[in-house]
């Protein structure tokens, strides 16, 4: 007598199971085909309002620049006041350059504001990362009265403590140099915020670690601390190279020799008081504008390059 093989569990032959085992099957598909897409992925409608912000936004931020590199490229006989403003100048050139050169002293303007970009820069970069790791890691007394007393500067604007800025700068005997310019953009106290809020983002296990095999302070800063924070580090420069460079206030206070003034001050020079040519006054702009270009892009390399290096890895 032969006996039938048994059927197995769920694998009846009624159509109205496999109609429901090919539905159960689509919808798992088209479930899949929605997920694929993520469910914060934006509409197209949504991505092209986001592109055309972008561009809009690009236009009112890189115009300007566009424009006035535009108008130190134009010749003497060229209108730069025509009703119709032409974009592309018809007869370029670079003349207009080597006028700013000869109207003023640019070079040594632009040496002197790179003297004082360097001094805020050491001072930025050593002095808010110390004072930033002694607030992050250190634990001593006053520790968050010191913190509350930073937080209380960045209330304050710079116009309120510019006269006593003055005052303290003329009383150490610093005024009319440099130094006196460079001295108040030492030691940013947004900058102390950024490097304690870096350090403060380091894994404390880490410094415990060290602790335990004898590491001192200076060294659980310099091999812990610092290569975790270089992003921040280059964040911080670019941040004080650019406040540096263009501040033109406080170098109009404290300097009177004109062969000491920066290259923002010394810029006012080429707007007479009679007459003003544009296309120097361009010019100028550009060759004030472009350090700032450079700097960024170099420091935008590396910040990218210290985030990357400076992650923790598990």
């Known amino acids: 007598m032969t006996t039938s093989p048994p059927k197995t569990a769920g694998a009846g032959n009624d159509p109205q199971d496999a109609r429901d085992a090919r539905n159960t099957r689509g919808a798992r598909t088209s479930t899949a085909s929605r997920g694929s897409r993520g469910f914060n992925t934006p509409s197209p409608g949504r991505t092209a309002a986001r592109y055309l912000l972008l561009v809009l936004v690009l ?26 403003p032409a974009f592309l100048p018809d007869q370029p050139t670079l003349g207009n350059y080597g006028k700013v050169a000869d109207t003023i002293p ?16 050491t001072g930025n970069v050593v002095g808010c990362t110390l004072a930033g790791y002694a607030l992050a890691r250190l634990r001593f007394r006053g520790a ?29 005997g610093l005024a009319d140099t440099l130094a006196g310019v460079a001295l108040p953009g030492s030691i940013a106290m947004l900058n102390v915020l950024l490097m304690r809020t870096a350090f403060a983002a380091v894994p404390v296990e880490l410094d415990q670690a060290a602790l335990v095999d004898g590491a001192t302070v200076w060294q659980r800063l310099w091999h812990i601390g610092l290569p975790n924070v270089r992003g921040m580090i280059s964040v911080i420069v670019i941040f004080t190279f650019i406040g540096a460079w263009d501040d033109f206030l406080w170098p109009l ?4 020799d004109p062969q000491k003034y920066t290259l923002t001050v010394g810029l006012q020079y080429l707007n007479g008081t009679f007459s003003a040519n544009p296309r120097l006054i361009a010019a100028g702009t550009m060759i004030a504008f472009l350090p700032i270009v450079v700097v960024f892009g170099i420091c935008q390399r590396f910040f990218f390059k210290g985030v990357e290096e400076g992650a923790v890895k598990g």
């Open 59 to 84: 236009l009112l931020v890189v115009g300007p620049f566009l424009w006035q590199l535009s108008t130190s490229l134009k010749g003497p006989a060229e209108d730069v006041y025509t009703r119709t």
């Open 106 to 121: 640019v070079w040594t303007y632009a040496f002197n504001s790179v003297i004082v970009a360097a001094v805020c820069i």
């Open 144 to 172: 968050r009265l010191v913190l509350g007393l930073f937080l209380a500067t960045l209330v304050l604007p710079g116009e309120v403590t510019i006269v006593s800025q003055y005052v303290l700068v003329r009383g150490l």
């Open 253 to 256: 206070i404290v300097l009177n």
